[in-house]
C-alpha cells in the first residue's frame, strides 16, 4: 500500500474565509514534517505555525466519495 503526505497550510482571512495553500506532496511523513519545518520560517507562515496540516494518502483509492453542494451566502439563501 502506496501512502504519499499532504502538506497544507490554513488561516483565517478577515472577514472569516480561509486561505488554504497547498504546500506539497512528500513520500514519507518525515519528509512533510521537513517541509513544514522549512516553511515555518517564512513570512506568513512564521506568524501562523498551527495552520500546518500533514494528511496521508492512500494511493490509487477514491477518497472523496460523495457529491457535494456548495453554499454562496446572498444568492438566493437566507
Same mark, same amino acid.
Given at each position: 500500500?502506496?501512502? @504519499? #503526505? ?5 488561516? +483565517?482571512?478577515p ?5 488554504? $495553500?497547498?504546500?506539497? @506532496? #512528500? ?5 512533510a +514534517?521537513?517541509?513544514?519545518?522549512r516553511?515555518?520560517? $517564512?513570512?506568513g ?5 498551527e495552520?500546518f ?15 457535494f453542494?456548495?453554499?454562496t ?6
Amino acid at each position: 500500500m502506496d501512502i @504519499v #503526505y499532504i502538506v497544507t497550510h490554513t488561516h +483565517e482571512l478577515p472577514g472569516g474565509q480561509e486561505d488554504i $495553500k497547498f504546500i506539497g @506532496v #512528500y513520500g514519507s511523513k518525515e519528509s512533510a +514534517e521537513k517541509a513544514v519545518e522549512r516553511a515555518s520560517v $517564512k513570512a506568513g507562515f512564521a506568524e501562523t505555525k498551527e495552520g500546518f496540516f500533514i494528511e496521508g494518502y492512500q494511493l490509487g483509492k477514491d477518497h472523496w466519495t460523495e457529491g457535494f453542494f456548495t453554499y454562496t451566502p446572498g444568492e438566493g439563501h437566507e
